[in-house]
């Protein structure tokens, strides 16, 4: 393959300047603590400062690339899935009317497939690291998590109109909490705690391993603030992604405790799910908001996504095979010429929906089959496996099925927030299932 030609010859002219340098040699350091950087930053920073640190990494990671010697790049079969998508929305992107709002966009999304990159070549040599990371992102969830409470104790009122309140009681009305990620949005809030809440496990599970049961005590009730915290955003579309996320949790956890335990076991989770339906019975603002989700046009906030994704579709129709190019900026504009009279919208409210407008038909299809294709794989190594690992690949599954069900519903998972911790998840599935390195589509032979 002329990639990894190219950087072999690379590395061969540099191979002297390599061993000299202490910089060259300790990359894999700095690209870690830009990994970590990455994380904390997203709980407080704007969107271009977290990529900025996203595309510092991804030239750390170049630098090792053409001087480290014996690095090179393989694809799985899900990276292939990955690079075909790439290309259909480099076409899109060419072929589009707003071609400058769509190569601003198309910049968003290289930053997000470099930073992958970025990150799976870091963790496939350093599998270590990846508790590190998810303790990090952990205690920015347990931190967010209590300041949340934080908002909540001082009743913070909306910035905007985050809930139709027409038929609400004032009793029922709901003080949704948004947290320190910016822009100020509950909704950004609820899906981001989601796809982190996963990570909180991993101060559960380890204590658990090295028989530390009331570190592992302490780690579930950080576990249960970050569920709090959740429905404290009054997000909806969290709130069934966190139902999916439990229930997977549960049916994982039941398959793997012995006999005697799952009795104990189920009982546990009866009486924890009792008691959770009670409180929610018992709060009215909970309760309103929950029963809100089954409204359907009865809502305001649910009728206004209706029409959104039926202009959404006229718009898919006139541009069925490469989309309009990607980009919220290229979006808004077209999505102009095709909406209904006072419900003007930012994104789709459908990631599936959105990335089929964005790019075409076929760029979705290529998308769900990457997915697909890793989660295949996360799962069989699940079930098959008895090694610490699998934890890691319990923490990304529950992550991303909490994203994905969020995405019906919402379009926060393509905020940077939300999309780092995505290529983190999918970045720690491909590494961990990768058979140990031993599949190649090509290699330097």
């Known amino acids: 393959m002329?990639?990894?030609?190219?950087?072999?010859a690379s590395q061969n002219l540099f191979k002297g300047l390599y061993k000299r340098s202490y910089v060259l040699q300790n990359l894999d350091w700095l690209i870690f603590v830009n990994i970590l950087l990455v994380i904390l930053f997203s709980t407080f920073a704007k969107s271009d400062s977290i990529g900025i640190f996203a595309i510092f990494g991804i030239i750390l990671t170049v630098i090792k690339l053409l001087t480290k010697p014996g690095e090179s790049l393989r694809l799985?079969?899900?990276?292939?899935?990955?690079?075909?998508?790439?290309?259909?929305?480099?076409?899109?992107?060419?072929?589009?009317?707003?071609?400058?709002?769509?190569?601003?966009?198309?910049?968003?999304?290289?930053?997000?497939?470099?930073?992958?990159?970025?990150?799976?070549?870091?963790?496939?040599?350093?599998?270590?690291?990846?508790?590190?990371?998810?303790?990090?992102?952990?205690?920015?969830?347990?931190?967010?998590?209590?300041?949340?409470?934080?908002?909540?104790?001082?009743?913070?009122?909306?910035?905007?109109?985050?809930?139709?309140?027409?038929?609400?009681?004032?009793?029922?009305?709901?003080?949704?909490?948004?947290?320190?990620?910016?822009?100020y949005n509950?909704?950004?809030?609820?899906?981001?705690?989601?796809?982190?809440?996963?990570?909180?496990?991993?101060?559960?599970?380890?204590?658990?391993?090295?028989?530390?049961?009331?570190?592992?005590?302490?780690?579930?009730?950080?576990?249960?603030?970050?569920?709090?915290?959740?429905?404290?955003?009054?997000?909806?579309?969290?709130?069934?992604?966190?139902?999916?996320?439990?229930?997977?949790?549960?049916?994982l956890t039941y398959k793997f405790l012995k006999p005697y335990y799952k009795k104990i076991f189920a009982g546990i989770v009866s009486i924890i799910t009792i008691a959770a339906g009670f409180i929610v019975l018992s709060v009215s603002a909970l309760r309103a908001r929950i029963f809100s989700i089954f409204a359907m046009r009865n809502d305001s906030s649910n009728s206004f996504r209706f029409n959104v994704y039926n202009s959404c579709l006229e718009m898919l129709k006139d541009n069925f095979l490469l989309g309009i190019g990607v980009g919220n900026q290229n979006f808004r504009e077209i999505y102009g010429l095709y909406m209904k009279t006072g419900f003007d919208a930012l994104?789709?409210?459908?990631?599936?929906?959105?990335?089929?407008?964005?790019?075409?038909?076929?760029?979705?299809?290529?998308?769900?089959?990457?997915?697909?294709?890793?989660?295949?794989?996360?799962?069989q190594y699940i079930l098959r496996r008895r090694n610490p690992y699998v934890i890691y690949l319990t923490i990304a599954l529950l992550s991303l099925?909490?994203?994905?069900?969020?995405?019906?519903?919402?379009?926060?998972?393509?905020?940077?927030?939300?999309?780092?911790?995505?290529?983190?998840?999918?970045?720690?599935?491909?590494?961990?299932?990768?058979?140990?390195?031993?599949?190649?589509?090509?290699?330097?032979?």
Not at 357 to 371: C, M, N, Q, T, Y
């Open 186 to 251: 509950p909704n950004l809030f609820g899906g981001y705690l989601l796809a982190s809440l996963p990570s909180v496990l991993i101060l559960v599970y380890l204590p658990l391993l090295n028989r530390h049961v009331k570190t592992a005590v302490i780690g579930f009730i950080a576990f249960l603030s970050a569920i709090v915290a959740i429905l404290l955003t009054g997000c909806r579309g969290a709130y069934i992604g966190l139902f999916i996320e439990l229930l997977l949790l549960i049916l």
């Open 76 to 183: 799985t079969s899900g990276d292939i899935f990955l690079l075909v998508y790439f290309m259909v929305v480099l076409i899109s992107v060419a072929g589009s009317t707003l071609l400058l709002y769509s190569l601003k966009g198309f910049c968003k999304t290289l930053t997000y497939i470099g930073f992958y990159i970025s990150f799976v070549n870091y963790i496939k040599d350093n599998k270590s690291k990846i508790k590190y990371i998810l303790l990090v992102m952990s205690l920015a969830v347990v931190a967010e998590s209590f300041w949340a409470f934080y908002q909540n104790f001082l009743s913070v009122s909306a910035i905007s109109g985050w809930q139709d309140v027409t038929h609400l009681n004032p009793e029922e009305v709901m003080t949704r909490v948004y947290g320190t990620l910016k822009p």
């Open 347 to 379: 994104s789709a409210y459908n990631i599936y929906l959105e990335t089929a407008v964005e790019s075409g038909v076929v760029a979705l299809i290529l998308f769900i089959g990457f997915l697909v294709c890793n989660i295949t794989k996360c799962v």
């Open 2 to 8: 002329f990639v990894n030609r190219f950087l072999s």
């Open 401 to 445: 099925f909490g994203m994905l069900v969020h995405g019906f519903v919402d379009t926060v998972f393509f905020r940077p927030q939300i999309q780092f911790i995505f290529w983190i998840m999918i970045g720690i599935i491909r590494v961990i299932t990768d058979r140990g390195g031993r599949v190649y589509l090509y290699d330097r032979k």
